[in-house]
């Protein structure tokens, strides 16, 4: 029973990693699942970054720091 929840727990992990590659949380989280945590990984692991997730966290980014530059000239 304890390896089940082990297993299940990992499969979790790796579907989180997975998330920011192009194999995406579910493709990630079913091969752990079915296949192996250890086959998810390597997976994971050749599956290329997300690009338009990465692109789009840059733009984010440089939306916070353009707000930050706006309040900082305000209050001088």
Same mark, same amino acid.
């Given at each position: 029973m304890i390896y089940a929840i082990i297993w299940v727990v990992l499969s979790l992990v790796i579907g989180g990693w997975g998330a920011d590659k192009s194999i995406g949380?579910?493709?990630? %989280? $079913?091969?752990?699942? %079915? $296949?192996?945590?250890v086959i998810g990984v390597i997976a994971c692991a050749v599956s290329e970054p997300n690009k338009k997730l990465r692109e789009k966290r840059i733009r984010e980014e440089e939306q916070i720091r353009a707000q930050a530059r706006e309040d900082i000239n305000k209050n001088n």
């Open positions: 949380w579910g493709g990630g %989280f $079913f091969i752990s699942l %079915f $296949f192996s945590p």
